[in-house]
Nanobody, 131 residues
Framework: EVQLVESGGGLVQAGGSLRLSCAASGFTFDDYAIGWFRQAPGKEREGVSCISSSDGSTYYADSVKGRFLISSDNAKNTVYLEMNSLKPEDTAVYYC????????????????????????WGQGTQVTVSS
């Protein structure tokens, strides 16, 4: 059974940091790219970042570039999202997702921010940034 389990969300003040984790199981981790998405109340789900296990490349949405850092521990089948300099507009439920159609995050770029390219999703973790 495929599972993606997010953790690490919480309440933080603006300017603070959080690290989210996405623990994957039930599929061959090295064959998949993992993306992070977020959805704020009343808004559409938007892509945040992606990392492809095959080449280790990454992609970031402009809204988080320079503030967020995605990384992967293939030995633990876990992807992390380090979020720094958080802003109130970062408040959302954060989801991780897996795709075996994304072969290189760097090469595929903005495509990695499209939810339809992902096959498996976690349940999400709430991130709230207070002003």
């Amino acid at each position: 059974e495929v599972q993606l389990v997010e953790s690490g969300g919480g309440l933080v003040q603006a300017g603070g940091s959080l690290r989210l984790s996405c623990a994957a199981s039930g599929f061959t981790f090295d064959d998949y790219a993992i993306g992070w998405f977020r959805q704020a109340p009343g808004k559409e789900r938007e892509g945040v970042s992606c990392i492809s296990s095959s080449d280790g490349s990454t992609y970031y949405a402009d809204s988080v570039k320079g503030r967020f850092l995605i990384s992967s521990d293939n030995a633990k089948n876990t992807v992390y999202l380090e979020m720094n300099s958080l802003k109130p507009e970062d408040t959302a439920v954060y989801y991780c997702a897996a795709s075996n159609r994304i072969t290189s995050a760097q090469a595929m770029g903005v495509i990695t921010m499209i939810a339809g390219w992902y096959d498996y999703w976690g349940q999400g973790t709430q991130v709230t940034v207070s002003s």
